[in-house]
């Protein structure tokens, strides 16, 4: 598996098509050109061959999903936007280096911790973030979905 540094727009384009299988594509493409652009963001993707496997999307600033209620102590932390690993290929710790190589990057750009959001039914996602030293800090309705909406941070 090989770890790319720096994404560019089209793998990272491929990545969010093949893993998260979105409905509006032109939505995907105009976000993906933003975190290729560096405003604020970095995007990295791991491929296994010509295989995009995973990928995962930081950015500077804490832009939580709407109707987030307000949490303190989130001064000086990035985000996590993003995270996704192919089904076939979970289990083999790219979720973990993925997560990994964002808080390297929040880190190297002189963040304090990070913070993330996820929904109370992906048991992946659960698994990865509470063995990542991530605690949660709020949980509220995730619109009218039947599930929870939980907010975790992690500070170094």
């Known amino acids: ?18 893993i998260d299988c979105p409905a509006d594509l032109e939505k995907v493409r105009k976000e993906v050109k933003k975190y290729a652009a560096g405003e604020n963001r970095a995007a990295y993707v791991v491929c296994e061959g010509d295989t995009v496997v995973g990928y995962v999307e930081c ?14 102590g989130l001064e000086n932390i990035g985000y996590v936007a ?7 290929y979970r289990g083999r710790g790219i979720g973990k280096q993925l997560l990994n190589q964002a808080e390297h990057w929040l880190q190297s750009e002189g963040k304090s911790g990070a913070c993330l959001g996820y929904h ?8 990865l973030y509470s063995h990542s030293g991530y605690q949660d800090v709020a949980v509220f309705k995730d619109g009218d979905k039947d599930r929870m909406r939980i907010i975790a941070v992690k500070k170094w």
């Open 59 to 72: 950015k500077l600033d804490d832009d939580l999903p709407a109707g987030t209620p307000a949490i303190k």
């Open 82 to 88: 993003r995270i996704g690993v192919r089904k076939e």
């Open 1 to 18: 598996m090989k770890l790319t540094t720096e994404a560019n727009a089209n793998l990272l384009f491929e990545a969010r098509v093949a």
């Open 120 to 127: 109370s039914k992906n048991t992946p996602a659960i698994i």
